[in-house]
């Protein structure tokens, strides 16, 4: 057996900088105790309704809740008057003794506690209005007003309110596959979205007297109940926002006559609503595959702006298996629609806009709600509902089945910025794109708002690139995320984080895990192995109530990615990705042989490192002492070892560098370094993540090459949210960064 000796010379020009080495920026969220630990103590067990692969188990099960509503929008008064029914089917194993059902509008009510719950001080100056509104005016009330909750007998039925969730006692338990009927009648003041706030409610038009309505949480909505907390009957207080059970909705909507509208399901009465040109003007928008058809003009739109009718019409819709109902509605809304081809069928692309949004709307919207539709569905699944409507509501950006409000118009002179452009096209695409997480992947809202924000704005952030290659995304890349990663740690939670208890709501439950699930796909587990799985997942739990437990655990399953060191980093810790070259060493093959066994002491099993420009072979001598003509060069072995087809397949390098890596901050993740050549060249080398499992602290490789290394320098392309980029080039050097803020 014989050994390769490798004895170091120093790279005088690139340990010239080692003892510089830039101060930690602070310490790492949590200890370094066994980072790759498997995470059995932080998911649920697996169960006969959630599998150990994270797919559903042979017991899942989920309840049902169809409702047939009837309401009516008093534009004069601006209140909102219905009456529903809603037939609740228990699937689960439980006898249930009560129901739980939502009253999100209560949130808006003058009382609600949710007004009370953030700290306030005192303005240096307020404008008169605000001042007024805050400190002078009743509060808005916008809560529920209920009538009655009666059975299907027209009893009345014992309930009690407890802020936004209603509890419906039964008088006998409901068992496992009966279903129960209820009726509920209510009215509310709808809120003037720009003035007291609100995910729904109106915008006024003060030129023309108008109100533009987006409404939604207009109905009292059924609480999930499943197998992982029973009813989640968590409160509303603003943030978090819904979990619905699926069901299916018949909803007659009365509206004044001038009014255009559209919303949740499939229209049954559009020759009673629409003009007869209007709905030819419809049935060639679906089979129009490349542009839009504006179906309610914009002459047409103005022109019933300036009526104010005092007659009324009513909307019939129907929608099936969905989770939620929701609507617009004015006598300023222009109506275009084009065809989008998914899957061998056809869905319908919509927008409603008022004319202050063009020529932008017309434009666009239409346009990107084809292209996300497409997007989307390469990545997770074929669109399955039959329209999807882009709604022009200002200073908005929410979303619900198959309709959303996304903001962005043109300043009064008809000037776009690049701002309002972008913006526009992003919030369309986010909004669009809730129609997959959580519309049909319906993961929890009110517990993890990651799971929809965060899965959704990642690939937000692959279709606005499939959409322009230099769209200006905020949330994705790996950088945009570090002024967050290095921030107060005082103001920092884990992704894993109630909604209502995040600082920074948009760069923990949006940025960071899209960011995380990016840096999967670009740097861990590559795009083959991570779109399989994503697909996987979103496949799996369609329809469904998915957890985190599932995600992970399909991640890997569907991978043969262990992927437990970065859910337990990067979801349940603050920790920070942040790794530096702390030393580099030169060592090269001689031609010399050493003067004495000093010179060349070996340790039996080992390669041995001493002072010297030396690299040469010893026989092993075992305990015979050291006789030079046991060493024999490199290239003596190769010449007696090696036939001639061994030697022309041998390597030749002529610079062995011995790198060794540090940690400074907690979350692991591969190290990526780039070798820049003396000639001009470049190479990439990529370390998996296990090169830290014995040691959370340092790492070192040795790297062979033919060319003169230059400079070494980590993560190049800013694919691994290193917060400190200073420590990543050897030699050092000044480096100038600039990364976006990060934001809201």
């Given amino acids: 057996m014989k050994r390769v000796i490798c004895t170091l010379s120093v790279l005088a020009s690139l340990c010239a900088a080692a003892q510089d080495k830039p101060a930690t920026p602070r310490e790492p969220g949590h200890g370094d105790n066994n980072k790759f630990s498997q995470m059995y103590d932080l998911l649920a067990t697996p169960n006969m309704f959630r599998t150990a692969s994270g797919a559903p188990g042979p017991a899942y099960y989920q309840q049902q809740a169809d409702y047939k509503i009837d309401v009516e929008l008093d534009d004069k008064n601006t209140k909102l008057y219905g009456t529903e029914t809603i037939t609740y089917t228990n699937n689960s194993p439980d006898a249930l003794e009560y129901l739980w059902v939502q009253l999100d509008q209560n949130q808006q009510a003058a009382d609600s506690p949710s007004k009370l719950v953030d700290s306030q001080k005192m303005n240096e100056a307020y404008s008169p209005a605000g001042f007024s509104r805050e400190y002078l005016q009743p509060q808005f009330d916008g809560g529920f007003k209920l009538d009655y909750v009666k059975d299907a007998a027209g009893k009345p039925m014992k309930y009690t309110v407890n802020q936004t969730m209603m509890r419906i006692d039964l008088p006998t338990p409901l068992k496992h596959g009966e279903k129960v009927s209820f009726s509920i009648k209510w009215w509310y003041n709808i809120n003037n979205y720009q003035v007291i706030g609100g995910r729904s409610g109106y915008e006024h038009f003060d030129k023309d007297g108008n109100n533009l309505y987006v409404i939604a949480q207009f109905y009292p909505r059924m609480a999930v109940y499943n197998d992982v907390e ?54 060639l928008a679906t089979k129009t595959f490349d542009k839009p058809v504006v179906v309610v003009t914009q002459d047409e739109a103005t022109a019933s702006e300036k009526g104010f009718s005092t007659k009324k019409k009513t909307w019939k819709f129907k929608a099936t298996n969905v989770r939620d109902f929701a609507f617009s509605s004015s006598r300023k809304l222009i109506y275009d629609a084009m065809a989008v081809q998914l899957g061998g069928k056809t869905v319908m692309a919509i927008s409603l806009y008022p004319k202050e949004a063009n020529p932008l709307w017309g434009d666009k919207s239409t346009r990107i709600v084809a292209h996300t539709l497409k997007t989307y569905s390469k990545y997770t699944f074929d669109y399955p509902y039959p329209k999807a409507i882009s709604v022009s509501a200002e200073d908005q950006g929410m979303e619900y089945p198959m309709i959303c409000w996304n903001y962005g118009r043109p300043d009064e002179k008809g000037v776009v910025s690049d701002r309002i452009k972008w913006g526009m096209a992003g919030v369309i695409i986010h909004e669009v794109g809730h129609n997959f997480f959580p519309m049909i992947v319906n993961s929890d809202e009110r517990q993890w708002t990651w799971m929809d924000e965060g899965l959704n704005s990642f690939v937000e952030f692959l279709t606005e690139q499939e959409y322009d290659p230099n769209f200006p995304t905020r949330r994705g890349p790996a950088a945009n995320i570090v002024p967050y990663m290095s921030g107060d740690q005082k103001f920092l939670e884990p992704i894993m984080s109630n909604s209502e208890t995040i600082h920074q709501f948009g760069n923990n439950a949006y940025g960071k895990p899209a960011t995380g699930l990016n840096i999967l796909r670009e740097v861990i587990m590559g795009h083959d192995l991570f779109d399989h799985a994503f697909k996987t997942y979103a496949n799996r739990w369609k329809f469904k109530h998915p957890t985190p437990e599932d995600f992970f655990r399909t991640m890997e399953d569907v991978s043969a990615v262990d992927l437990d060191w970065f859910w337990r980093g990067w979801f349940y810790t603050t920790d920070y990705v942040d790794i530096g070259i702390a030393d580099v060493k030169q060592y090269y093959v001689t031609d010399e042989k050493p003067k004495d066994k000093k010179q060349a002491s070996i340790r039996k099993g080992r390669f041995g490192q001493e002072q010297g420009p030396f690299v040469y072979m010893v026989a092993d001598a075992k305990d015979k002492a050291f006789d030079k003509k046991d060493v024999k060069l490199l290239n003596d072995f190769v010449n007696e070892k090696l036939t001639a087809e061994d030697k022309a397949g041998l390597k030749q390098p002529k610079y062995f560098y011995e790198l060794t890596f540090d940690k400074p901050g907690g979350m692991l993740m591969p190290i990526i370094v780039q070798l820049n050549y003396e000639d001009g060249t470049s190479e990439m080398q990529t370390f998996p993540v296990q090169i830290w499992r014995k040691n959370n602290q340092s790492a070192i490789r040795v790297i062979a090459t033919d060319k ?25 050097e000044a480096v100038k960064t600039k990364f976006n803020n990060g934001s809201e």
Avoid: C, S, Y
């Fill in 230 to 283: 029973g009813w989640q009957n968590m409160q509303f207080w603003g943030a978090g926002e819904f979990a619905l059970p699926f069901g299916n909705f018949e909803v007659n909507i009365t509206t004044p006559a001038d009014h255009i509208l559209d919303g949740t399901g499939e229209l049954q009465n559009r020759a009673e609503v629409l003009t007869p040109e209007q709905v030819k003007r419809w049935d």
């Fill in 708 to 732: 003169k290394v230059v400079k070494f320098q980590l993560d190049p392309k800013l694919q691994t949210a290193d917060i400190d980029v200073t420590n990543n080039m050897w030699p050092r």
